[in-house]
């Protein structure tokens, strides 16, 4: 079955980057997915990238796919204060159920 | 404001009770689903619902049910029968008409805590 996997915890210096990173197992995954988690609140899509895509860069935001390797990762240019929380990739498997397998998410703190 | 809601956004029940967790949106998503959240196991599926009327097992049913009556409504209880109830429940809902029809959006979750 699928499995997505992530470090549980990231601490980075304000104004620094962060990169969060993220393992998946399913081979036929179509889009992959990075989900902010606020405390106490729901989840709020952030940005996503197609399988046939390396790249995509939206603002401070930079997501990379390594499809050979099944590994995505989260970059975060100049980390504020405000990006404190827990972050989720996760994956749709292309089979039309329209489900998604998320991580365990990352929390990440940011260090004054 | 199109969105989704939950409610309540805390809930405390005694032990044995049923409780019934509220869901709704006017995104016109075909689509309903409803997580669990736990500590350092990220978001675990319950049930999903793809039309109304019909609706699917997702990993961890057990102890849980629903109900798809209206498109805008997936209300979810929490059965007696769930041995740990205590979590952060959270609901998300996707249009499954887009080209990215596994985008899903979430409510804000609602806290349940059994005492």
């Known amino acids: 079955g699928e499995d997505v996997e992530q470090s549980l915890f990231l601490s980075v210096r304000e104004g620094d980057s962060s990169v969060i990173n993220c393992t998946y197992t399913d081979s036929s995954s179509t889009y992959l997915y990075w989900y902010k988690q606020e405390p106490g609140a729901g989840l709020q899509l952030l940005t996503y990238?197609?399988?046939?895509?390396d790249m995509k860069q939206d603002q401070r935001l930079t997501v990379l796919l390594n499809k050979k390797d099944k590994h995505l990762s989260l970059r975060i240019a100049d980390t504020q204060t405000g990006d404190s929380a827990i972050y989720f990739c996760?994956?749709?498997?292309?089979?039309?159920?329209?489900?998604?397998?998320f991580g365990t998410g990352t929390r990440l703190t940011i260090i004054p | 404001d199109g969105g989704i809601t939950q409610s309540p956004k805390y809930l405390f029940r005694k032990e044995g009770q049923n409780v019934t967790l509220s869901c709704e949106q006017n995104?016109?998503?075909?689509?309903m689903y409803w997580y669990r959240q736990d500590p350092g196991q990220g978001l675990r599926l319950i049930y999903y619902?793809?039309?109304?009327?019909?609706?699917q097992k997702g990993d961890i049913a057990e102890g849980y049910s629903v109900s798809r009556e209206k498109k805008e409504s997936f209300p979810l209880t929490v059965t007696s029968a769930q041995k740990n109830p205590t979590a952060f429940y959270l609901c998300?809902?996707?249009?499954?008409?887009?080209?990215?029809?596994?985008?899903?959006?979430f409510g804000p979750g609602t806290r349940l805590t059994v005492l």
């Open positions: 619902s793809q039309i109304v009327n019909d609706f």
């Open positions: 998300a809902s996707s249009n499954l008409k887009r080209e990215l029809k596994d985008t899903q959006y």
């Open positions: 995104l016109n998503h075909d689509a």
């Open positions: 990238i197609f399988s046939n895509m």
């Open positions: 996760a994956e749709a498997n292309g089979f039309g159920n329209e489900k998604l397998t």
